[in-house]
């Protein structure tokens, strides 16, 4: 398409840091978006490009050494057996929004490629079939995860393998994302450091066992809403430490009270989780 050649022809220059492409006609990466051309890039967004079906880059797939991409920056480059991968080394933000052709994700979401990705935001990519999440627990800085709306996720491993988490997430809210949701409970059980946890329409969840997942005494903020195969949430209820809770449309869970709307934000922190929230 035309529009490829487009953006082609539009390179920013090496020292931006946020870059945000929306409504992009092309269906395929610019040939700028690079770790050899924006080494300071930090935060990624595309939104509304609904023909890019693929992120795959030549740069994550790896190239020969001093093979035709020339010399790499040496703070992004890494070696194995002759080959180079080249990284977004300061990359922390990674946003996906609404790009409804996109079909996988597994060459360009992975810890080689984005070693320091702190924030990952995957939303309404209707067509999305596939992604890395086995490779999730390889994000070491990873804090913030939000996955919703990918209703054709398609997910073959066994459910203990599905999505593998680092133990540096503080954030987790699934919602709607068709068998990614067999993750669970078994994802939770690396997750020392998290805060929030927020399942929205997962239909494959049975059961979220919060007295014995090792985050029980720092979760704070817990929502469960439309989970239709959810009936337990472990023996001991709800944990004291959470002090914001909605609990919804959980037909099975007759053990806890279910509110019928959403509780009103007591504090800033509360309307900061609340706006995160893709509610």
């Given at each position: 398409p035309c529009e490829n050649e487009v953006i082609d022809g539009l390179c920013p220059h090496e020292t931006i840091q946020h870059l945000k492409v929306?409504?992009?006609?092309?269906?395929?990466?610019?040939?700028?978006?690079?770790?050899?051309?924006?080494?300071?890039?930090?935060?990624?967004r595309f939104s509304c490009c609904h023909h890019l079906e693929t992120l795959s880059n030549p740069y994550f797939t790896g190239v020969t050494q001093g093979g035709s991409t020339g010399q790499h920056a040496s703070s992004s480059t890494n070696c194995s057996n002759g080959i180079a991968f080249v990284a977004f080394t300061r990359l922390t933000s990674v946003s996906l929004v609404s790009c409804k052709g996109l079909?996988?994700?597994?060459?360009?979401?992975?810890?080689?490629?984005?070693?320091?990705?702190?924030?990952?935001?995957?939303?309404d990519c209707t067509s999305l079939e596939s992604i890395p999440a086995q490779e999730f627990v390889g994000f070491v800085h990873l804090r913030f995860l939000k996955i919703s709306f990918c209703r054709s996720l398609v997910c073959s491993r066994p459910s203990e393998e599905i999505m593998v988490l680092p133990p540096s997430l503080r954030r987790l809210c699934v919602w709607c994302c068709g068998e990614l949701d067999r993750s669970f409970p078994s994802c939770l059980q690396k997750l020392t450091s998290l805060t929030v946890l927020c399942l929205v329409e997962c239909g494959n969840v049975e059961s979220i066992p919060l007295d014995s997942i090792p985050c029980r005494n720092k979760l704070r903020y817990l929502v469960l809403r439309d989970c239709k195969e959810l009936s337990s949430i472990g023996g001991s209820g709800i944990p004291s430490s959470i002090a914001f809770k909605y609990v919804g449309n959980c037909p099975k869970?007759?053990?806890?009270?279910?509110?019928?709307?959403?509780?009103?934000?007591?504090?800033?922190?509360?309307?900061?989780?609340?706006?995160?929230?893709?509610?």
């Open positions: 929306y409504s992009f006609g092309g269906d395929r990466l610019p040939n700028w978006l690079n770790p050899e051309d924006l080494q300071n890039l930090r935060s990624l079909k996988n994700l597994d060459q360009f979401l992975s810890p080689k490629n984005l070693p320091s990705l702190e924030s990952i935001l995957l939303s869970l007759t053990s806890v009270y279910q509110q019928s709307g959403w509780p009103s934000e007591r504090n800033e922190e509360e309307k900061e989780i609340r706006k995160w929230l893709p509610m």
